[in-house]
C-alpha cells in the first residue's frame, strides 16, 4: 500500500481510525484478529541435525559401510579403529562450524521495546508488540520508531533512517501528500519502524505492523535466502565423486578379473576390497582442510576480518566482483566540507563557527560533540582556528519551509546576523546584481556537479535587537561551502588493488546520481559514464539486468530488494559475488551473496549476523588483503591435496597389484590407516603454513567452473602414486618374512610422501628455492614425523601393535635412495612441464593478437 499518497483523511478512513486514537476494545480486537507487532522467526535447525551433516559426506559413509562390514565378520579391532577415525573427523567438522550460522534476534531487537499511543486522547504506554494499524503514535526525541507510521503532525521531526537507507545524514519529515512515486528514502511523510527519532517531535499512524513493515520486508527475504553452497564445498563433492566412483571401479574390476582368473574366494575378495577402501580414501584429508582453514580464521582475525564460517575463507579467494554499499564503507561516514568558494574566508568561517547549535562552549572538543552531520562537517572545517563564539542573542532554527537558519550577534553598538542555508534562497534575499547571483549560482552548479551539497553563507549589520525573517532581506552574500561524505584513502587503494586482481568493484547506493557519480571516479571506479537508478532496475525484467550488470558499477537511489537483485543477477552470470554493507538495509543482499561483508564498527547487529565476514576496523582495504589470504589458502589447499592423493593412489595399487598377481594383501588395515593418519599429523598439516606466492594478486581470479584439481593434477597424482608404489613393493619382495616386507613397504611410503610433501611445497618452481626456510613447521613436521617413524620400526610397543620389525642400516639406505630418486624425478618433470605450459601461452596470446 502506498500509504505516502493518501491524505490523512483517506488514511483515518482506510484503517478504521480517528486523530484521537482507538479504543482498548478495538485495539483488543485487531490484536486478536491481526497478531502482535512482531516478526516471523525461522525455525532452528535441530542439533542431531547439525552434527549428522558431518558424517553423510559421501567418503565418509563408504568409511562407515566398511566399518560395519569390518564388524560383521568379527574383526572388531580393526573395525573400530576404521569407525573411530570418522568420529573424530565429523566431530572436528561440526566444532569448526557451530558458529557459522546465528538467529536473527538483531532485527528483532530494531523494533522499539515501547510505545506511547493515544487512547481515546489520553497518552498510553504500552509494548510495541501490542500496536496494531490505526494506533496514534506519539513520538519524541531518541524514539525508535516501533511500526511503520504515516506521520499526521510533526514538528521539527528528523529521523535518522541509516538502517534502511544507508545514509547518515538525518530526514526532515512532513506531513505533505507524496503524488509521485517514492522510495522509502524519498517518503518524507512516512516513519519506518527501527529508525530513530533525532530532533524534534510528531504522532504518526500506523499503518503498517510486523511483517508487513520495511523492516519486516527485510526479515521475510532473509528468511528467504537459501544459504549459499560455497565454492570449496562444490569442488569437495566433486572430488570426492570422482574418488568414489575410482574405487567403485577398482573393486568391482578385481571382483570380475580375480575371480574368473585365479578362482579366489569371496572372503578374500571382502577383505582385499575393505583393504582397498580403506588404503584409497584420503581420511585425514578433510581434518587436514579443516585445520587449513582454521588457520586461515585466525590469520584474517589477525588483520581485523571475522570469517564466520570456514569455508568463505577460500571463497573470498575466488570472488570475482565486489559489490559495496558506499556510506561508511567506501566512504568515512563523515560529512566534511570539501571546498570553499569566497573572497571572506575569515568571515565565512565565522558564521560556520556561531550559526549552529551544537557547540555551546568554547572549550568543548570537536571529537565530544554529537548531532546534525552538516554543522559537524562546519565545526570540523573551523576547529583549528580556535575562534571564540559570540553570545546569541536571538535565533531563528532552520526549518524545510524556509531553508535557512539564522542568528543574531552582538557587534559594537550594533548587532549582527548570520546566515546559512539553500544558496538559491540566500542570493534571494542578499543584495547583489544579476550578474553577481548569476556567478555564484554558477559555482553553485560546480560543486553540484561533483556530488557535493551547496551550503550558502551571508550577513548582516543591523541596529535591530529582534530577529525576524523579513530583516533578513538585504543580506551580503559572503560564500559557498562544497560538503561531502569523502571516500576512504584506504578504499582509492583498495579499489586500485583489486581491479589488479581481475576483481570488479561496483557501488551500490541509497545516495542521489550526482553524488554516487562523483565518489565511484574519487575511488577509481571504471565504468562511471552509466549509473542505474532504483527506478531503472524497476523497469527492467530479471533477463534485462542480467544483461546490463556487467558493464554498470555505480548504482543510485537504490533500495534493498535493488541490492538484492543486483546480486542475484551477477550470480547468474556466473560471478562469485562479494557483497558489503553496514545497514539492515544490506542483510538480504549480505545473505545472498556468496561473501557477505559487514562492518564491525558501524555496521547493525543484523548485517553482521547476515553476512559471512566482519571487518573489525569497518576498513574496505581490509577485504583486499583477506582475499589474498584467501587465495593463499586455496594454494595451500590444493598443494595438500595434490599431496595426499598420490600416496593413497600408491597404497590402492599396491592391494590391486598383489590381488593381480595372486599374492597375499601385503598391508594389513592398521598398517594403511597407519601410513595414512601419521602423515595427516605430520605432513600435510606443514603445506598449510606456506607463505602466497608473489605474484598471488596480479593474477585473476580462479575460474569457477574449474575443478580443485587441474588436468595436470591426474598426470602428477598417476605417476607420483607409481614412482612410490612400483619401487617399494619390488623391493619388499626381495626379503623373507611377513612383518619384515610389510615394513620395509610402510617405511618406503612413508619416506615417499616425506620428500614429495616438499616437491608440493611450489606448483612448477624448484622447491628448494630461499622461501625454502620461510616455513619452520615444515622441518617441524618432518621431525615429528622420524620420531614416530623410527618408534614404530624398532620400538618393541609401536612393533606389537603395528605389526612391524626393526630394519638395518643398508635397507635404511635403500629406501632412503628410493625416496630421493622420486624428488629428483618430480623436480626434473616440474621443470618440463613449466616450459610446455609457458610454450603453450605465448601461443595462444600470439593467435589472440593476430
Same mark, same amino acid.
Given at each position: 500500500m502506498k ?5 490523512t ?10 486523530t ?9 480486537a ?16 535441530k ?6 551433516k ?26 573400530g ?10 566431530f572436528v ?5 557451530r558458529?557459522?550460522?546465528? %538467529? ?11 510505545a ?37 503532525e510533526v ?12 545514509e547518515s545524514?538525518?530526514v !526532515?519529515?512532513?506531513?505533505e ?9 524519498d517518503q ?5 519502524s ?28 532473509l ?5 549459499q ?7 569437495m ?7 568414489f566412483r ?5 573393486i ?23 583393504a582397498l577402501?580403506?588404503a ?10 579443516t585445520?587449513?582453514? %582454521?588457520?586461515?580464521?585466525?590469520e ?6 571475522i ?13 570475482t566482483?565486489i559489490?559495496s ?12 566540507v ?13 558564521i ?11 572549550? &568543548?572538543?570537536?571529537e ?14 573551523v576547529?583549528?582556528? !580556535?575562534q ?11 526549518s ?6 539564522a ?6 553598538e ?17 543584495d547583489?546584481?544579476?550578474?553577481e ?10 560543486l553540484a556537479s561533483?556530488? &557535493?551539497?551547496?551550503?550558502?553563507f551571508?550577513y ?17 552574500f ?5 560538503i ?5 584513502? %584506504? ?32 575511488i ?21 539486468l ?7 558499477d ?6 534493498p530488494?535493488?541490492k ?9 552470470k ?13 542483510a538480504?543482499?549480505?545473505k ?15 548485517s553482521?549476523?547476515?553476512?559471512d565476514?566482519v ?5 574496505f582495504?581490509?577485504?583486499v ?39 597375499p ?11 595414512n ?7 600435510s598439516?606443514a ?15 580462479r ?23 612400483i ?5 619388499s619382495?626381495?626379503?623373507?618374512g ?8 610402510l ?23 630461499r622461501?625454502?626456510?620461510?616455513n619452520?613447521?615444515?622441518?617441524? %613436521?618432518?621431525g ?9 620400526v ?16 643398508? &635397507? ?8 630421493l ?13 613449466k ?5 603453450? !601461452?605465448k601461443a ?7
Amino acid at each position: 500500500m502506498k500509504w505516502y499518497k493518501l491524505s490523512t483523511e483517506d488514511i483515518l478512513h482506510k484503517v478504521a481510525s480517528q486523530t484521537t486514537g482507538l479504543t482498548k476494545e478495538q485495539r483488543s480486537a485487531r490484536l486478536k484478529n491481526n497478531g502482535p507487532n512482531k516478526m516471523e522467526e525461522k525455525e532452528q535447525v535441530k542439533l542431531w541435525r547439525k552434527i549428522a551433516k558431518h558424517f553423510t559426506d559421501l567418503l565418509m559413509v563408504v568409511l562407515i559401510v566398511a566399518a560395519v562390514l569390518k564388524f560383521a565378520t568379527g574383526e572388531a579391532v580393526e573395525g573400530g579403529i576404521i569407525f573411530l577415525v570418522v568420529i573424530v573427523n565429523g566431530f572436528v567438522g561440526y566444532w569448526q562450524e557451530r558458529k557459522a550460522e546465528e %538467529s536473527l534476534d538483531g532485527l528483532k531487537q530494531m523494533m522499539g521495546q515501547e510505545a506511547t499511543v493515544l487512547n481515546e486522547g489520553q497518552p498510553l504506554k504500552l509494548d510495541s508488540e501490542e500496536l496494531v494499524q490505526g494506533d496514534v503514535v506519539i513520538l519524541k526525541a531518541g524514539d525508535v520508531i516501533p511500526a511503520d507510521l504515516r506521520l499526521i503532525e510533526v514538528h521539527d521531526l528528523t529521523v535518522e533512517e541509516s538502517i534502511l537507507t544507508g545514509e547518515s545524514e538525518a530526514v !526532515e519529515k512532513t506531513v505533505e501528500v507524496i503524488s509521485q512515486e517514492a522510495m522509502a528514502g524519498d517518503q518524507l511523510n512516512m516513519a519506518f519502524s527501527g529508525t530513530l527519532v533525532q530532533t524534534g517531535s510528531a504522532r504518526g499512524l500506523v499503518v503498517e505492523t510486523g511483517d508487513a513493515t520495511e523492516i519486516g520486508k527485510i526479515n521475510h527475504a532473509l528468511q528467504s535466502i537459501q544459504t549459499q553452497t560455497t565454492p570449496l564445498v562444490k569442488k569437495m563433492h566433486q572430488l570426492n565423486k570422482q574418488i568414489f566412483r575410482g574405487i567403485l571401479a577398482l573393486i568391482v574390476f578385481l571382483l570380475f578379473f580375480t575371480s574368473f582368473r585365479y578362482g579366489m574366494d569371496w572372503s578374500l575378495m571382502f577383505s582385499a576390497s575393505i583393504a582397498l577402501i580403506v588404503a584409497m580414501i584420503p581420511e585425514g584429508l578433510p581434518a587436514v582442510l579443516t585445520m587449513i582453514l %582454521s588457520m586461515g580464521v585466525k590469520e584474517m582475525a589477525d588483520e581485523n576480518a571475522i570469517i564466520k564460517g570456514m569455508p568463505a575463507v577460500e571463497t573470498l579467494g575466488s570472488m570475482t566482483v565486489i559489490c559495496s554499499d558506499k556510506t561508511g564503507t567506501l566512504t568515512k561516514n563523515e560529512m566534511t566540507v570539501q571546498e570553499v568558494v569566497t573572497e571572506e574566508l575569515p568571515l565565512v568561517k565565522e558564521i560556520m563557527n556561531n550559526c549552529q547549535e551544537l557547540k555551546t562552549k568554547d572549550d &568543548q572538543k570537536i571529537e565530544e560533540i554529537h548531532g546534525n552531520p552538516t554543522e559537524l562537517a562546519l565545526l570540523n572545517y573551523v576547529a583549528e582556528e !580556535e575562534q571564540q563564539l559570540k553570545p546569541v542573542l536571538a535565533k531563528i532554527p532552520f526549518s524545510s519551509s524556509y531553508k535557512y537558519m539564522a542568528t543574531m550577534h552582538a557587534e559594537g553598538e550594533d548587532q549582527i546576523i548570520f546566515v546559512k542555508g539553500a544558496p538559491e534562497v540566500l542570493l534571494e534575499k542578499a543584495d547583489a546584481t544579476n550578474e553577481e547571483k548569476a556567478r555564484w549560482e554558477q559555482r553553485g552548479l560546480e560543486l553540484a556537479s561533483k556530488g &557535493q551539497r551547496v551550503l550558502g553563507f551571508g550577513y548582516k549589520k543591523v541596529s535591530a535587537t529582534e530577529l525576524t525573517h523579513e530583516l533578513l532581506s538585504g543580506l551580503t552574500f559572503a560564500g559557498l561551502a562544497g560538503i561531502i561524505d569523502p571516500p576512504k584513502e %584506504s578504499a582509492v587503494r583498495a579499489v586500485e588493488q583489486a581491479q589488479q586482481a581481475g576483481i570488479s568493484v561496483k557501488m551500490i547506493t541509497g545516495d542521489h546520481k550526482a553524488t554516487a557519480q562523483a565518489i565511484s571516479k574519487q575511488i577509481g571506479l571504471k565504468h562511471t559514464s552509466k549509473i542505474l537508478e532504483g527506478a531503472d532496475i524497476d523497469s527492467m525484467s530479471d533477463e534485462e539486468l542480467v544483461e546490463v550488470v556487467g558493464k554498470v558499477d555505480v548504482y543510485a537511489r537504490t533500495t534493498p530488494d535493488h541490492k538484492l537483485r543486483i546480486v542475484t543477477a551477477l550470480q547468474k552470470k556466473e560471478e562469485i559475488v562479494g557483497m558489503t554493507g553496514d545497514g539492515v538495509n544490506d542483510a538480504p543482499a549480505l545473505k545472498q551473496a556468496d561473501i557477505g561483508i559487514a562492518m564491525g564498527i558501524k555496521g547493525s547487529e543484523v548485517s553482521k549476523q547476515a553476512a559471512d565476514m566482519v571487518l573489525a576496523d569497518d576498513n574496505f582495504y581490509t577485504i583486499v588483503k583477506a582475499v589474498k589470504e584467501g587465495r593463499r589458502i586455496f594454494d595451500n589447499l590444493q598443494k595438500t591435496i595434490n599431496f595426499f592423493l598420490p600416496t593413497a593412489l600408491a597404497q590402492g595399487l599396491i592391494v590391486i597389484l598383489a590381488l593381480l598377481m595372486n599374492r597375499p594383501l601385503p598391508l594389513t588395515p592398521i598398517q594403511i590407516l597407519w601410513v595414512n593418519m601419521v602423515t595427516t599429523i605430520t605432513l600435510s598439516y606443514a603445506l598449510g603454513f606456506e607463505k602466497a606466492n608473489r605474484d598471488t594478486m596480479k593474477r585473476p581470479p580462479r575460474d569457477t567452473k574449474m575443478g580443485i584439481l587441474l588436468g595436470y593434477s591426474f598426470f602428477r597424482i598417476l605417476y607420483v602414486s607409481l614412482l612410490i608404489m612400483i619401487p617399494a613393493y619390488f623391493l619388499s619382495m626381495h626379503f623373507e618374512g611377513t612383518a619384515l616386507q610389510q615394513t620395509i613397504l610402510l617405511q618406503s611410503i612413508v619416506l615417499g610422501q616425506a620428500v614429495y610433501m616438499i616437491n608440493c611445497r611450489e606448483m612448477f618452481d624448484p622447491a628448494i628455492n630461499r622461501r625454502f626456510f620461510e616455513n619452520k613447521f615444515l622441518f617441524i %613436521s618432518l621431525g615429528i614425523l622420524f620420531v614416530l617413524q623410527m618408534g614404530v620400526v624398532f620400538l618393541p610397543l609401536g612393533q606389537q601393535l603395528i605389526g612391524t620389525t626393526a630394519l638395518s642400516l643398508a &635397507q635404511q639406505l635403500v629406501i632412503l635412495g628410493n625416496a630421493l630418486l622420486l624428488f629428483l624425478v618430480v623436480e626434473i618433470e616440474k621443470r618440463v612441464s613449466k616450459g610446455i605450459f609457458k610454450r603453450k !601461452e605465448k601461443a595462444v596470446s600470439h593467435y589472440q593478437n593476430d
